[in-house]
C-alpha cells in the first residue's frame, strides 16, 4: 500500500501528519491526519484514539481546532483524523450542492444505492481498511478508542455499538444521536441506503444501543450544549438516554450549559475525553 505524505509539522514534542492513499474501500484517494505523541520517537508503540469530524470536514478541522495534542502528547495517544467521504473527480455529490449529503458527508457507512455506491463506503474504510493501514506503517498498537463530533459522533457511536471487540471506549460530542428521526439522517439514509428502512436501522445509534447485549457494553461519554442550534431538530440526545435506560448501559452523557456546536465547545472538554479514553487504552 502506497503511502504518501503531504505535510508534517513538530507539535507538543510529537508530530502532525498528513497522508494519501489509494483506499480499496471507497475506490479513489483518501487523506487522513495522524497526532504521533513524543513516546513513538523511540520506538514505543502507543494507542490509538480515531476521530471522526462532522459535515463539511476534511482530516484538518478537528487537527487544527481541537487543541488536543498537549493532552494526548502527555498521556501517549495518538489520534488518527479521516476525512468525511470519498473525494475526486467522478466521486458523486448531492445533487443541488448542498452540505449534508455528498462530499463532505459520507455518515460513515456503507451505501447501497447507485450511484452513491461505488465510492461512499466510509463503513469499511473507518472500521477496516483505515486501521490496518495505520498499524502496518506507524509504531502504534492495535488498542483503539473512538470518538467524533456531530455526524462523526454518530459514526463513533454506531461503529463502537456494531464492533465491541474492536475498541476499549467510545465518546462523542453532539452527536447526530437518532438518525432514522431527523432531517439530515432521513436524507442521507434515503440517498446513500434507499428507501428500506431496515437497512438503516442497522446505522442508528439509538437503536443499536437499546439492543445492546450486557457483554458488548464499553464505556462510553457524550457531550452536548444546551445551546446547540441543531440540538433539537437534529440531534435528540434524550433518544441516546432512553436507549440506555432500556439496556441498561452505562452511558455518562452530560449536557453543558452554554455551549454551542463549534469547535470552541470541543476544544473546552476534549481534554476530558482523552482522559477517559486513556483509562480503558491504558489497561488494555
Ligand atoms: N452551518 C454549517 C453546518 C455544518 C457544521 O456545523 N459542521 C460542523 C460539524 S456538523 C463542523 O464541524 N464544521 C466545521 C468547523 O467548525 O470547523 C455549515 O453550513 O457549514
Redesign the pocket.
Known sequence: MSLECLSSAKSFDGWHKQYSHPSTSTHCNMRFAIYLPPQTATGEKVPVLYWL?????TDE?FMQ?AGAFAEAARLGIAIVAPDTSPRGEGVADDPEGR?DFGLGAGFYLNATQAPYNEHYQMYDYIVHELPKLVEENFPVTSTRAISG???GGHGALMIALKNPERYTSVSAFSPIANPINCPWGQKAFTGYLGADQSLWREYDSSLLLADCKPEDRRPALVDQGDADSFLTEQLKPEALTAAAKKSDFPLTLRMQSGYD???FFISSFIDDHLRFHHQYLASS
Open positions: 469530524s462532522g459535515l463539511t470536514c478541522n481546532k452540505y463530533h456531530s455526524m456546536h463549534s469547535y
